[in-house]
């Protein structure tokens, strides 16, 4: 592009903050950000929040207003997890024509747990000439590193997964939502409490299976609690979780493909025992048998910068909702101006 | 594609016969194989010589005349080490409009350390409507799986690699090519006798500065002798190398860029002492820290299977001398028909 990039940052919390600071370092001008109307962050400037010093830039609670004012090129949307509570956000820009990357973690691969949705969506998008693309850590980590590994073999016969993170470096509503701290009673009532939204894992799943041109058969999901091999401290939470006592969950997630093929993904998340650390570990057996695995990956930070870093490749893509498996590969540079 | 994509086999050694096996399992249709005008197999059958059964196609010693009967869609050409050796052989192809894979493991990334052939190759490929390939184990392993690994940073400030493999895999030539069973004396002296050609793993941080955008600035290269540290023993000389003989060598290849920003590699090829393995690590550091690790990667098997599964991608290329990291993501596909 021979002009500087023009972003929104629709939703200012704590990862759209990082966003900003990141796309500003990369020579991308911040046009605008949007926030809850009834935020105490409204009208305050976007660099100022950023911890970047003043850009000129506010908050605003009026999204439409903002994004037709200032017509970027792109807007970072960083509000929810699950495509039906953040539809309306998705809708507006794929109305007005702005492309969007969002880091609500269904919008990986939405295709078969809101079908309906993610037709509308691409539709929309492909009708006003933007594109969309759920991503994060998932992009390179979980996606596109997989679907290449197996496109080095001759033939496969299965693909596991297993990745594990810290619970406890979230702050105190990422830990209570994964259920640090309760009895295995109070466990099993809570669970059943939170219902069955599909856990990241599907989207993952679902990813890899179309990208190596498998087709879904079926998907069963096994939550298990975590519990404490010895007395260790819950920073987020400021509490000690004694022996026997839940510190996280975990997830088993395995789909069935009409070709025969197994897909197996066990995410861990929970507080951490003395020298555990993150892990992203997937192997596929075939022809021949391949592995990767990424050491201590910094899975939040990873999320921002992989975002930031298609950008550009979102701008340029063809109109439509985007999977990761048809996007270029995810490449480096320094700056985009 | 519509029909079945046609090949050609340009040279019909170890390697070729088990391009020859997966490109037919794939659904590829071999039209020709060319062997030394001088070779014992002139006149074989393909398919025999693949340990598939006849294919009705048998290795001929004439390239030219081969390659314009048959018209193939690629030739996978699996010769030799260096462009400057192969060069009359794709040059033919580029001359005749065919496209090719090779796995000269120059061919990687010829653009430094052979320049004038590399804008040669280019400029008749691109006048003849056809692409060109280096690739093997390195397309992803060493190449687009680091590349896409430091796309996931905001930014980077080293890259270091780190593989390994066993020569004993490989037979007595490649195990006498490495100095296996020589003394400290005497791989001295075969050190020097065999000159300065630069290691593959020049033309692999080549490739990947180019990738990551970076400009280069200098390169050394640092051979030095493995030893056991035990008597093991070496299947493919069959011999019992006592305590302290060469095992084999490993290179340090350091590079240094404009940026400042330092490419180093390892590539340790020795006969292994029991427990080691194959190996492929790679760290960048930055904005994170990220890391990659293929636990035992089988890399000769890898090679054929790469070049097997890019085929279509070559097919479809731009005309001209392709770089790994220009290349769409490789994606598995169980067959091309």
Redesign the interface.
């Known amino acids: 592009m021979s002009r500087k990039i023009k972003a929104v940052q629709y939703g200012v919390g704590a990862m759209g903050r990082v966003m900003i600071e990141?796309m500003h370092?990369?020579g991308i001008e911040i046009v605008g950000g949007i926030g809850r109307p009834t935020s105490a962050i409204i009208g305050q400037d976007l660099g100022t929040l950023a911890g970047i010093g003043p850009l000129g830039v506010v908050v605003t609670g009026d999204a439409e207003k903002t994004l037709t004012e200032t017509k970027p090129d792109i807007a970072v949307v960083c509000i929810t997890t699950y495509l039906a509570d953040l539809w309306p956000h998705v809708e507006l820009c794929a109305r007005l024509g702005v492309n969007v990357v969002t880091i609500a973690e269904e919008c990986f691969y939405p295709w078969r747990t809101e079908p309906e949705l993610s037709r509308r969506w691409d539709a929309l998008c492909k009708q006003n000439h933007c594109s969309a693309y759920g991503i994060g850590y998932q992009?390179?980590?979980w996606g596109?590193?997989i679907?290449?590994?197996?496109?080095?073999?001759?033939?496969?016969t299965s693909v596991k997964g297993f990745a594990q993170f810290n619970v406890d470096d979230y702050g105190p509503e990422v830990a209570r939502d994964h259920m640090v701290g309760l009895t295995a009673d109070v466990f099993a009532v809570e669970r059943k409490k939170k219902g069955n939204r599909p856990s990241y894992m599907q989207m993952v799943g679902d990813l890899i299976i179309d990208?190596?041109?498998l087709t879904f058969k079926s998907v069963t999901e096994d939550v298990y609690q975590t519990t404490a091999s010895q007395e260790i401290f819950c920073k987020s939470l400021n509490v000690s979780l004694p022996k026997g006592i839940g510190t996280g969950n975990a997830n088993r997630t395995h789909f069935e493909t009409l070709?025969g093929i197994p897909v197996d993904i066990e995410m861990v998340s929970k507080v951490y025992e003395p020298g555990e650390t993150d892990q992203n570990k997937w192997e596929i057996k075939g022809?021949?048998?391949?592995?990767?695995?990424?050491?201590?990956?910094?899975t939040d930070?990873?999320t921002?910068?992989?975002v930031?870093?298609r950008i550009p490749d979102v701008i340029s893509a063809p109109a439509g909702l985007l999977k990761a498996?048809e996007?270029?590969?995810?490449?480096?540079?320094?700056r985009f101006d």
């Open positions: 990141m370092d990369k992009d390179f980590y596109n590193q679907t290449q590994l197996a496109g080095t073999c001759h033939s496969i990208g190596l041109g070709e022809r021949p048998d391949v592995s990767v695995s990424n050491e201590r990956p910094a930070i990873l921002c910068t992989e930031v870093s498996f996007m270029p590969p995810i490449k480096y540079r320094r």
